[in-house]
C-alpha cells in the first residue's frame, strides 16, 4: 500500500521539481535582463546559468533516485556488495 501511494507522489515531485525550477529561472531572468549596470547583468545571467543547471540537474536525480528506490527488490537492497576478486589469484585459500 505504501509503495503505492510512494508510487504515485514520486513522479508528482519530479514534475512539481521541475515546474518550481522554470519558474524560479523566469524569475531570475526577468530581474537579471531589467538591470541597468552590464557587469552586475552580465554576473547575474551567469548565475542564473549555474542555478538552472543545479536546479535542473537535482530535481531530475531526485526524481530518478526515488524511482530506482521503489522499483529496486528490498532483495537487492539488503544484501552487502559482494568483493571483486582478481580472477587470476584463483579460489580464495583456506588456512
Do not use: C, H, W
Amino acid at each position: 500500500m505504501v509503495r503505492r501511494i510512494i508510487a504515485v507522489f514520486a513522479p508528482l515531485l519530479g514534475v512539481a521539481l521541475t515546474l518550481a525550477s522554470v519558474f524560479l529561472l523566469l524569475e531570475m531572468t526577468d530581474k537579471a535582463e531589467s538591470m541597468a549596470e552590464p557587469l552586475r547583468r552580465n554576473l547575474a545571467m551567469l548565475g542564473t546559468l549555474f542555478a538552472g543547471v543545479l536546479l535542473l540537474v537535482g530535481g531530475v536525480y531526485i526524481s530518478t533516485r526515488l524511482m530506482v528506490l521503489l522499483v529496486s527488490s528490498k532483495d537487492q537492497a539488503d544484501k552487502p556488495p559482494e568483493k571483486l576478486a582478481d580472477k587470476s589469484a584463483g579460489p580464495p585459500q583456506q588456512p
